[in-house]
């Protein structure tokens, strides 16, 4: 068989693995399976601007944050109907990127680092601080979910909902890194400066990419409000975007299956050391510690090396 | 007289926010290495000296001990880890990060969840007159302490055979190395001067500012905030950004309680927007 015949058997077993799961597994494990697609979103999002465009944020979770308080405030502040909330919250995300991108693109490594962070500590000071809009670090409960003529409340329809949505995104991120435009990308993140010379203009595609990965941010953020029924700063926090950036370097940055993977592999070890010790954030830390030691490139990186050393003994 | 009061509180802090951004600016400066395990210096150091001032009774004590025990640590992170990603950005990046959380973790672990204060050295334990308020005498301790220190490492930097080493590090560390400078043990002591020096910040912020679970997030936002506006890898523009954001903060909490961040975080855009390299910073 070649690779591509390989790589779709892949998908199509994946596929109706992910199809039949609610029929195998404990309702448990099925909202367990929810989390950790919603998080590959948010992973593949992110990879788009550190793995395909170079630029690693540290301020992801701004975005998702914002998706994710757009569905609340929308519904339970503002009365909004929840089906028209859910598109709004991915325009808010959209347009939150579209602002914070200016100010973030000034800079470059660890200066955009910085600026990323303090950006989105910005947002979630507000969500923190401003108690009579969003109930401070009490939150907001009962999110609703929105409903398109099906109910979305039991376990499995919004397994199904959350499934087909990844889905979609992640196709969309494929036909975007795949376009002339994401090998646009690609070439910026190898040398800015030789694309400018090309005659690329390199700022409006990082302009571009940063407004994309937000508004696949906040999709993720969207679907995490109404997983749980609740949104809190806590999802705007510093914490969020670094479990993110783990998840795309543990996978593996600049290839989308990698981050996916990475997002499951966090989402259920978190799942795992929370239900043994309250101390996640320091099995957290060991694991970036860990990464950066023995798998710089990630889980596919280690994969490819492994090939790589069989094909030439 | 209201204003002198609120200019004196934000430099007070001011000078507390320098000496934790000069470690982190000079660090970058040197090696290209954002520190984020810098917040953690800050806040262990202060639990540090919380502990033995507890069990001693001496803030001079405290001092020390909290200063060696970081420095040592600090030394160590940059020996054992950072060391083997020399110039590697990310991964640098990424370490740092991991330790910001694994000593996180422990400070929730050793000290717990609920703030902890120290208590004001006995000595500074009262207040001046100023006009018609009574100001305390420990705020001018911090102004005093800063300003000492901030003249000490400027002395250091342009006097000394170290801080001339130091400078020629930050310009180009390939020719120092080259010139027969020692790079490799400057980058151990300029890293573990940094901890000490946040560790110092930590303690000295203590009786000042209660220490809690995410204080070391909040102290790193805002020293980022500070060589933000002042410029990476220069002492100036470390404490010019300290002594700004120290005051724009203190206006902000007295002013707009909500929103109290906002007066620090707009300023820093407008000066994004006009200088990325921040004030002093070199292109």
């Not at chain 1, 944050?65 to 995300?93: E, K, M, N, Q």
């Amino acid at each position: 068989m070649t690779g591509r015949a390989v790589r779709l058997a892949a998908i199509v077993l994946a596929l109706a693995f992910l199809l039949a799961l609610p029929e195998l597994v404990r309702p448990y494990y099925v909202g367990l399976a929810t989390r950790m697609m919603i998080f590959a979103i948010f992973a593949m999002s992110l990879d788009l601007l550190l793995g395909y465009t170079g630029l690693a944020s540290l301020g992801h979770a701004a975005d998702f944050g914002v998706g994710a308080y757009a569905v609340a405030l929308l519904v339970l502040r503002w009365g909004v109907a929840s089906a028209f909330a859910f598109p709004a919250a991915l325009i808010a995300a959209t347009a939150t990127g579209a602002l914070l991108a200016p100010l973030a693109l000034r800079a470059r490594g660890s200066y955009f680092l910085m600026i990323t962070f303090a950006l989105s500590q910005v947002l979630w000071s507000v969500a923190f601080g401003w108690r009579t809009l969003t109930n401070g670090d009490d939150g907001m409960p009962g999110v609703p979910r929105p409903s398109f003529g099906f109910p979305l409340d039991g376990t499995d329809p919004f397994y199904y909902f959350v499934l087909v949505l990844a889905a979609l995104a992640a196709l969309a991120l494929v036909a975007i890194v795949r376009s002339p435009f994401g090998r646009a990308l690609r070439g910026i993140r190898e040398s800015e400066s030789r694309m400018q010379a090309l005659g690329y203009d390199v700022w409006r595609y990082q302009f571009a990419a940063f407004v994309l990965a937000a508004g696949f941010a906040g999709l993720a953020g969207a679907l995490y409000a109404y997983f749980n029924r609740f949104v809190g700063p806590e999802y705007l926090y510093v914490i969020q975007s670094a479990e993110a950036l783990i998840m795309v370097i543990l996978g593996g940055a600049g290839t989308l299956v990698g981050p996916a993977l990475g997002a499951g592999i966090i989402v259920f070890l978190e799942d795992f050391v929370s239900s043994m010790t309250e101390h996640w954030v320091l099995v957290l830390g060991v694991i970036y510690v860990l990464v950066t030691l023995f798998a710089p490139r990630g889980l596919i990186g280690l994969v490819n090396d492994f090939r790589q050393r069989r094909a030439e003994p | 007289m209201i204003w002198t009061i609120h200019i004196l509180n934000g430099v007070a802090y001011g000078m507390l926010l320098f000496l934790i951004a000069a470690g982190l600016s000079l660090i970058y400066g040197l090696m290209k290495i954002l520190n984020l395990t810098h917040g953690s210096f800050y806040l262990f150091g202060g639990y540090i000296g919380l502990t033995v001032m507890q069990k001693t009774g001496s803030f001079v004590l405290a001092l020390l001990v909290a200063a060696v025990a970081i420095g040592l640590i600090g030394a160590a992170i940059e020996r054992l880890f950072l060391r083997r990603f020399h110039l590697d950005e990310l991964p640098q990046t990424l370490l740092t990060f991991g330790f910001l959380f694994i000593f996180s973790d422990l400070a929730l672990w050793l000290w717990g969840g609920d703030p902890l204060m120290l208590d004001t050295p006995h000595f500074f334990e009262r207040s001046v007159p100023l006009g018609e308020y009574a100001y305390p005498l420990y705020r001018l301790f911090l102004i005093a302490v800063g300003s000492v220190i901030a003249g000490g490492l400027w002395w250091f930097q342009e006097h000394t055979r170290l801080g001339t080493m130091l400078r020629a590090g930050v310009d180009d560390a390939e020719i120092a190395r080259a010139l027969g400078i020692n790079v490799s043990v400057l980058f151990t002591l300029v890293f573990a001067a940094g901890a000490a020096l946040a560790s110092f910040g930590g303690v000295l912020a203590a009786p000042e500012l209660s220490l809690y679970p995410g204080a070391d997030f909040d102290t790193l936002i805002l020293a980022f905030v500070v060589i933000i506006v002042g410029g990476l890898g220069s002492l100036r523009g470390a404490l010019a950004g300290a002594l700004l954001v120290g005051i724009l903060d203190d206006l902000g909490k007295a002013f707009f309680p909500q929103f109290a961040l906002f007066t620090v975080f707009v300023p820093m855009a407008v000066i994004l927007v006009v200088r990325p390299t921040g004030l002093f910073g070199r292109r």
